[in-house]
C-alpha cells in the first residue's frame, strides 16, 4: 500500500486563494461542487474540504494529517498541533488580516474600557473572552453567526470581525478602536504525523513548492545584454535579491544580465536601465523563486 498524506483545503474565503497557490506551486486541485474530496493530480495526497474554523480540531485528532487555516482559528480552539509554516496569502491581500474591535462611528465608545457591561458580537468568542479580561472588562460576549457588522448598534454595542481592507466596516459606519490579534494562513501538521518521516518529507516538499510560489508573486525577472564596460553602472541601480547572472555573448566585449527584481520597481527601472546602456531588455514573469 502506497504512502498517502490527508490534506485539508480551507473551504470558504480561502478556497479559491489556496488552488490558486497550489496550481502555481504544480499542484493541479480540481473541486466539485457536490463533493467534499477534491481531486488532486498528485496520487499521495488525500484531500478533504474544510471550513478554516474547524481545521486544527481535525488535525489535531489525526482526521487529517495536516491542512491550512489561520492562525486565529488554531488559538481560538486551542489546538495541540504544530504550525510548521506561515504561509501570507489570503482572498484579498498578502497582508496578515486583523481581528478588530470595532463601534458605531457616530456613538459614544472610544475604547476597549468603555465596554464594561456591555454586548460584543463576535465569531471569535474565546479570543475575544480573553482580551477582554486581559483589559479587564466584563462585557457579554455572544457568538455571531455571520453578518456581524450590521449588529452593532440594535444588536450589540460592538463586534469584534475579521478585516483585512477595513472596507466592509467603513460601508456599515463602524470605526476600530483597537486590534484584538493578528492572524495569517498557518500549516498545521498533527503531532504524530510530524513524526513520521515520509509524511514530514512530504510535507518539508510541499512548503518549498509552496513558499516559492508566493516568493515569486510581485516579482519578475529581466534581461537585457549590455557592452562589459557599463555592467558596473547598470549594477549599481539594480536592487536585486542576488547578485545578477552575466553571461558572455559571441561579441567579445558584450554580456547578456539576468536578474529577479520587485515588479512595482519595474516602471522605473527600464528607463534608469536603457540609459545606463542595457539594450534588448526583456522583462518575464516568474512562477516560483526558491533560495
Known sequence: MSNTLKLGVPKGSLEEATVGLFKQAGFNINISSRSYFPTVDDPELSLMLIRSQEMSRYVEDGVLDCGLCGHDWVVENDS???????????????????????VPEDGPLKSVKDLQGKRVATELVGVTKRYLAKNKVKAEVEFSWGATE?????????IVEITETGSSLRANK??????????????VVNKKAWKDSWKRHKIEN???????????????????????????RVTS???ALKNPTLSPLSKGDW????????????RDLIPSLKRAGAEGLVEYPLNKVIF
Not at 504561509?87 to 488580516?97: D, F, H, I, M, R
Not at 450590521?150 to 460592538?158: N, S
Not at 463602524?174 to 500549516?187: A, G, P, W
Open 150 to 158: 450590521v449588529k452593532p448598534p440594535t444588536l450589540a454595542d460592538a
Open 174 to 187: 463602524l470605526k476600530i478602536i483597537d486590534t484584538v490579534m493578528e492572524s495569517n494562513t498557518r500549516m
Open 255 to 266: 554580456v547578456a544580465l539576468e536578474v529577479i527584481v520587485e515588479e512595482s520597481k519595474v
Open 237 to 239: 541601480i539594480l536592487p
Open 80 to 102: 495541540d498541533v504544530e504550525e510548521v509554516a506561515e504561509l501570507n496569502y489570503s482572498k484579498a491581500t498578502s497582508k496578515p488580516a486583523r481581528w478588530v474591535l470595532a
Open 206 to 232: 510541499m512548503l518549498i513548492l509552496l513558499k516559492g510560489a508566493l516568493l515569486a508573486r510581485g516579482m519578475v525577472g529581466l534581461k537585457m545584454n549590455l557592452k562589459r564596460g557599463d555592467v558596473e
